[in-house]
């Protein structure tokens, strides 16, 4: 018995001066926070694969567009292919766009999401004439151009398509009119 309360007392002792190591002396390795959203990009030096990663956050952020846009069971169809789906897109006679290429139809879906209503997607009632996606320029989320242009890349590049961005021409918008 004497030797059990030994083992106990020492199996007490050594989670006291764990415990105590663990609060007092080891360093603290909590994990930063995330960066904010508004991180420093000096724009005139920006590269193409920077302004990418802008459009992933901006797409999985402030976009709101992953809460719809899911692989899975998402409520709006999966967008890991739109730069090739685009062009069937577009010969589509039920498309009333005015997109030209990828990266435009892309641009024209965030402004004008009824311009193309992909079948089985519509609002109830409309015969997939309406979109339920909301136009990404208004409020509440109110992108910018530099923004949605950025997504489009973005999306672009996940489809296996390098992004066809004309970065020198966002570049000067951005720095003219700061959207
Ligand atoms: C409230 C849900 C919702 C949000 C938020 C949303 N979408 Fe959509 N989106 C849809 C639905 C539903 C469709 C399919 C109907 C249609 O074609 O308009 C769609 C269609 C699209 C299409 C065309 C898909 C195709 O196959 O032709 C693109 C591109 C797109 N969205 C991009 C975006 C981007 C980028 C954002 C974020 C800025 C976004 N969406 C935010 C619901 C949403």
């Not at 926070?33 to 508004?38: A, F, G, S, V, Y």
């Not at 920077?50 to 459009?55: A, N």
């Not at 089985?120 to 409020?139: E, I, L």
Request: net charge neutral; glycine share 8%; proline share 8%.
């Amino acid at each position: 018995m004497k030797v059990f309360y030994r083992y106990a007392a020492f199996a007490v002792m050594a989670v006291v001066f764990y415990t105590a190591f663990v609060e007092l002396v080891a360093p603290d390795v909590t994990p930063s926070p995330p960066p904010p959203e508004e991180e420093f990009v000096d724009i005139g030096k920006m590269t193409v694969e920077e302004f990418i990663i802008i459009g992933e956050r901006v797409f999985k952020g402030k976009g709101s567009c992953a809460l719809c846009h899911k692989r899975v069971r998402g409520r709006a169809p999966w967008l890991g292919e739109i730069a090739v789906t685009a062009a069937k897109r577009m010969e589509d006679p039920r498309y009333r766009g005015k997109a030209t290429n990828p990266h435009e139809y892309i641009l024209e879906s965030m402004l004008d999401p009824s311009a193309y209503v992909v079948p089985g997607y519509g609002k109830k009632g409309t015969a997939d004439t309406v979109s339920p996606m909301p136009d990404a320029s208004k409020p509440p989320v109110g992108l910018s151009r530099f923004e949605m242009e950025a997504v489009a890349a973005y999306l672009e590049t996940i489809s296996g398509r390098g992004a066809t961005v004309d970065l020198e021409r966002i570049k000067k918008e951005f720095l003219s009119n700061g959207r």
